[in-house]
């Protein structure tokens, strides 16, 4: 089982990112998809999240508006799309991959995004 992420980096106050999953090793298109970001010294948070589907999607208030959460089950990524940076969303972000029906979740070893001028 792995989630690797990749796309993150160093971007311009304003500019953008996205950020790629890449699963393997299990049902991807069974489990939710959530990023969570971690900044230093701070708690783990919740960003944004969507549904094994790709029904239904959610955000952190902090990022609405600016980040998109996307999935390609076909391909076994998901994505979070982020515009408008700010030096606030500079953390390492991980996406983590849910499936509540047997309580099993999966997490990547996350990607470095850093907003600075």
């Known amino acids: 089982v792995q989630l690797v992420e990749s796309g993150g980096g160093l971007v311009q106050p304003g500019g953008s990112l996205r950020l790629s999953c890449a699963a393997s090793?299990?049902?991807?298109?069974?489990?939710?998809m959530t990023w969570y970001r971690q900044a230093p010294g701070k708690e783990r948070e919740f960003v944004a999240g969507?549904?094994?589907?790709?029904?239904?999607?959610n955000y952190a208030d902090s990022v609405k508006g600016r980040f998109t959460i996307s999935r390609d089950n076909a391909k076994k990524t998901a994505y979070l799309q982020m515009k408008s940076l700010k030096p606030e969303d500079t953390a390492v972000y991980y996406c983590?991959?849910?499936?509540?029906?047997?309580?099993?979740?999966?997490w990547g070893q996350g990607t470095q995004v850093t907003v600075s001028s």
């Open positions: 090793g299990f049902t991807f298109s069974s489990y939710t």
């Open positions: 969507i549904s094994s589907t790709a029904g239904s999607t």
């Open positions: 983590m991959a849910r499936w509540g029906l047997i309580n099993r979740e999966y």
